[in-house]
């Protein structure tokens, strides 16, 4: 009995010593719950051109109202007060465009369209809208939102709280930070208070006010889970206050903001994988916001400094087939021609080490830092250049208008 069973045993036996040496020689096959799929990077859409006639020159800033530093001493046992305060000058808007389609679906085949003349392919309009928030910053009715909510709009209408409706004016866009300034016209406008977005700190209550879905005016309450968070795939620019107070769709260039009921940033995106809220919500920064509706009121566009180069982030294997110890620079994978970098001598292999004598840890880092130098001033760089390190002076320039928003074609554009 028990020889004839064996002659089946031992390959059984055999299979699963073999199946064992396999994955341990070869672990990778494993399964492993821990591993994390990284979110899909989200395209912010193509630039709005603004539609205010009135020159940004002439344009003064918007007085706006600053906010007193939070007393983190105790937390109250309800936020109504901060409601109260804030919740009136978030609006909701509505965006509506205009699109054309054929008469009939069978026109958009060529085929069929040989049947027809230019004045019997007739096509009809319809609207297309979409939803979102924003906040009044000032009493001149300046409202800041997400380029994203009003982007390719046709018209623009600003709900308020207290019931009245207007149509709004562009100011002007921003698609690499993702914010948009409008403007309305109303008489005793609320005003929300902006606090300082530097001196807010993980752990303290944060509400979001915004209009998810289009249900109305809701509020949202978490806490702030992160600061300076960038990296994501969103934006050009990334300086993101990270929140777990629920946002969802139609939440987008709403209010967030602290117990004081002061503004601490502008909604603007979350990471999902259902389309809903799984506690995990960005805003761009008040102090950020409040910079660019400067730069967009008083100017029309926002200048930021330039120096025309591709950077590539440097690995340790690249780093050592430089000759560098470490891996800390970026290298210029590419030149814009005629650029900045392209006067300065700058060529495509070299590796940037420092830039004004700071040595360079994140290429994304540096490039917002870039950003933030006025055009025309003189940096010293430092490269390596076929295992020599070189000293150069760069004339910052002006960045030129993004003519596609997309983030694939600035994250290493500097």
Known sequence: MHRSVLPYIWPIITGLLLAALALLAFPEYLPNPFRQTPPA?????PSLVPTSGESAANRPAPEIRQAEPLNRNQGPASYSNAVNQAAPAVVNIYSSRIVERDQHPLMSDPFFQQFFSGDDATTHQRMLSSLGSGVIVSHDGYVLTNHHVINGADQI????????????EVIGTDP??????????????PVIELADSEQVAVGDVALAIGNPFGVGQTVTMGIISATGRSHLGLNAYEDFIQTDAAINPGNSGGALVNPDGALVGINTAIFSRSGGSQGIGFAIPANLAHSILNELVTRGRVIRGWLGIEAQALSRELAASFGLRTPQGVIVAGVVKDGPAAKAGLQPGDVLLSIDGQVILDARVTMSAIASIPPGTKLPLTVVRSGERMDMTLEVGERPAPINATSGEHQSDS
């Open 157 to 168: 209408q600003v709900a308020l709280r207290d019931g009245r409706e207007t149509l709004a």
């Open 176 to 189: 690499e930070s993702d914010l948009a300034v409008l403007r309305i016209t109303l008489d005793d406008l």
């Open 41 to 45: 990077t989200v395209e912010p859409p």
